[in-house]
């Protein structure tokens, strides 16, 4: 996963693997657009980071089943380090 605040727009992209081209976007969430490709969300721009951020990432996991907590970590990781590329491994963490 990459995120990368861009500071100037007040933007947050979150690639959620890396495509060549978009299929479509799928802007239903309010401050959320969903780059779409072979009917899976790919690419998530957060539009206008100065409120609820987290609430709106929550919610399009929830829309497109995706982890929560992934999807905010990388936000804050962006929002913490502006204008350069965070790379984030997630992974399901093993049964004990």
Known sequence: ?????DSSADTI???LEPVDRLDHDDASLAG????????????????DTRSEV?????GAAEHYDLDGEALVAAARAALAAPDRAIV?????????
């Open 1 to 5: 996963m990459r995120a990368d605040y």
């Open 13 to 15: 992209q979150i690639e």
């Open 32 to 47: 959320i657009l969903v780059g779409i490709r072979e009917q899976r969300p790919v690419l998530i721009d957060v539009i």
């Open 54 to 58: 987290e609430e709106r990432l929550r």
């Open 88 to 96: 984030m491994d997630v992974a399901v963490r093993a049964a004990a």
